[in-house]
């Protein structure tokens, strides 16, 4: 089956008005690489683009309780061809979720050490600034290291073999994991977190920034059941910044239906494979509980190739030969010589999830930089400011 398009900003809401892009400087004109896009600019007014030739598909771009679970999700070995089917969900969404991959004890290991870096991060942040907004943290982000690789808990995240499987399946043997953390939301967090996309299109060089393969992808894992009040990641089927023309809307300009476009209600032990590129945002947390999501995150063989490029200075004020360019658009974490998982931790996996294992294995325990960053704690509130049009994370920088 082919990607199917969405531009879902671009259609008219239901009663007739667009929507509007005012305020936050959205560019609600975009066309999601778009092969066969109309883009027929019907609403010259209001600046939008209207595309009316939905697949059935695209006639539900929002997720919502009833539908998105049949549509978006696999049980791993629930027959023959699981593995192609969720390969092919991912294709056509950019995410797809795996149910039952990750066993009970895995999940439980997982969710104490989630728990034990909490309340470390807490330490370091005692006004409760969070990393992204108040109440949202990242564990890469806060790691002295930038990640979880060298945590023990963490291999089960790496050795998933039903999401080895799917990763095989989607992007060949080639592809090769290059980092590890994951995110946490505490209970209590009332506010939303804007829609973005973890990828910018100037880390993507020009010939990638297509729908398909995903340049990057990340795996995050349920280790708690999560409700719809339980702070469930949100997330716009098909919707992804490939280039500056497909940013999402900020956040006091989304629908209720985006903003309700939620991954729940899901059991712990689901695997959510995700173009980094796709449209997605927290969700307030209402229980008192911090909700977690940890993971793993992998570079496709091309991406990976663009990445090993040696004229890469990976400086922000250094000039870079690849990028042709005073600074390097890629980040000092993505450089392959960024060995950061554990050659203990690496001697417990299977020999499949080795052989993906290679450019960030370090050679000895002893060079890895270990605990939080002391000043990683920074105030940001992307409900009141939005996506954001700058280079890294989109609302980061
Ligand atoms: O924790 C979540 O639900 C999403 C967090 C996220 O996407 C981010 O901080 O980049
Ligand atoms: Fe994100």
Excluded at 197 to 206: A, C, T
Excluded at 331 to 340: E, M, N, Q, T, V
Excluded at 370 to 391: D, E, F, N, V
């Amino acid at each position: 089956m082919e990607p199917v398009p969405v531009n879902r900003w671009s259609r008219r809401r239901p009663g007739g008005s667009a929507a509007a892009n005012s305020n936050c400087n959205n560019n609600s004109s975009s066309n999601y690489n778009n092969s066969n896009n109309n883009s027929s600019n019907s609403n010259s007014n209001s600046n939008t683009n209207s595309n009316n030739n939905y697949s059935t598909f695209q006639e539900a771009p929002v997720l919502s309780e009833q539908h998105w679970w049949s549509a978006f999700s696999v049980t791993q070995g629930s027959d023959a061809s699981w593995a192609l089917r969720a390969r092919e969900v991912f294709k056509r969404a950019g995410f797809v979720i795996i149910l039952d991959a990750l066993g009970a004890g895995g999940c439980d290991e997982v969710l104490q050490a989630c728990r034990r870096i909490e309340r470390e991060m807490l330490r370091l942040d005692p006004e409760l600034l969070g990393c992204r907004d108040p109440g949202r943290y990242s564990f890469g982000a806060a790691a002295r290291s930038g990640s979880l690789l060298h945590e023990p808990a963490w291999r089960h995240l790496l050795d998933c073999q039903p999401v080895l499987a799917v990763l095989d399946a989607a992007l060949g043997k080639d592809w090769r994991f290059c980092g590890a953390g994951g995110d946490f939301v505490r209970g209590g967090s009332v506010h939303y977190q804007a829609l973005h996309s973890d990828l910018g299109p100037q880390r993507v060089p020009l010939e990638q920034r297509v729908d398909w393969p995903p340049p990057k992808v990340a795996v995050n894992f349920t280790v708690q059941p999560i409700g719809a009040d339980f702070g469930p990641m949100r997330i716009l089927p098909c919707c992804k910044v490939l280039d500056r023309g497909s940013m999402p809307p900020c956040f006091p300009i989304e629908s209720e239906a985006s903003r309700n476009s939620k991954l729940f209600p899901l059991p712990a032990g689901a695997a959510i494979l995700r173009d980094l590129r796709v449209w997605h945002g927290g969700t307030p947390n209402l229980t008192p509980e911090t909700r977690f999501l940890p993971n793993v995150e992998l570079l496709s063989p091309k991406y990976a190739t663009y990445i090993d490029d040696d004229d890469h200075s990976f400086g922000a004020q250094t000039h870079c030969n690849a990028c042709k360019a005073s600074a390097c658009v890629l980040p000092p974490k993505d450089h392959a010589g960024s060995a950061l998982l554990c050659p203990k931790v690496y001697g417990m996996l299977s020999k499949a999830c080795q052989d993906h294992c290679q450019a960030v294995l370090s050679a000895r325990s002893e060079d890895i930089p270990r605990g939080i960053r002391p000043h990683y704690a920074r105030l940001q509130q992307t409900w009141l400011k939005g996506s954001g049009k700058g280079s890294g994370k989109g609302y980061h920088k």
